[in-house]
């Protein structure tokens, strides 16, 4: 069935390093992607997004690239701070439906 | 804007018993997701409605768990009866269109012993 992965469990990064963050889908009909970032006892917190038609997109410290062709997905957090360290999803969206990967967390040493 | 909000946060119950969730979706939001969260997994979608009409349950163990937005806005997911396995983070969130991002609350613990 369709499913979206990503490819490290675990990443830990020094602070003010930048973060990477992979995710590989399979669904080439998904048109809508979106990063989540979820903290112990929390639920998801929305990140970013970006649509299929796009190939980039950036907000505050973060930027998101979508490669279409191999169909894979990054989170690129700038300048790590110890409060970015949660668990990170990525999901993708199409028909409505929302399905998310497994997720990667994210430790950050000070 | 008061986000989404779910009760309990927490909850024990031995297996065989029953047990009720509810969610109260951000204001105006047409779609509602119910989800579980098994620790360590991404989320899994349950069921979701837009409106109160029923959009997707193809994942909900229809055999235990039932879930339902009568009126539109609130909404209440039961599993009866319970089993070990069903021990996980219930998620509920909203969005205003289908697609477009989704808002979670915080979700409920359940433990099933």
């Known amino acids: 069935g369709e499913s979206v992965g990503l490819h490290l469990p675990t990443l830990s990064v020094q602070e003010g390093d930048n973060s990477i963050i992979n995710c590989a889908y399979s669904?080439?009909?998904?048109?809508?992607f979106i990063w989540y970032k979820q903290e112990s006892g929390k639920g998801p917190q929305f990140i970013i997004d970006?649509?299929?038609?796009?190939d980039k997109r950036q907000g505050q410290r973060v930027t998101v690239l979508l490669n279409k062709t191999v169909k894979h997905l990054s989170l690129q957090i700038a300048a790590t701070q110890p409060g970015d360290s949660a668990v990170y999803f990525c999901?993708?969206?199409?028909?409505?439906?929302?399905?998310f990967g497994q997720g990667t967390e994210l430790s950050v040493k000070p | 804007e008061a986000g989404v909000a779910q009760s309990p946060r927490y909850k024990i119950i031995e297996k065989r018993q029953s047990v009720a969730f509810w969610c109260n979706p951000i204001?105006?939001?047409?779609?509602l997701y119910w989800y579980q969260q098994i620790l360590g997994q991404g989320p899994k979608l349950l069921i979701q409605?837009?409106?109160?009409?029923?959009?997707?349950d193809s994942q909900l163990p229809k055999d235990r768990f039932s879930a339902e937005r009568l009126k539109g806005v609130d909404s209440t997911l039961k599993i009866q009866p319970a089993k070990l396995e069903d021990s996980a983070v219930y998620l509920c969130?909203?969005?205003?269109?289908?697609?477009?991002?989704?808002?979670f609350g915080q979700g409920t613990r359940l433990t099933v012993v």
């Open positions: 969130a909203s969005s205003s269109e289908g697609w477009t991002e989704a808002f």
């Open positions: 669904n080439s009909a998904s048109d809508y």
């Open positions: 970006i649509r299929s038609n796009m």
């Open positions: 999901a993708e969206a199409g028909g409505g439906k929302l399905i």
């Open positions: 204001s105006g939001h047409a779609t």
């Open positions: 409605f837009q409106n109160n009409g029923v959009v997707d």
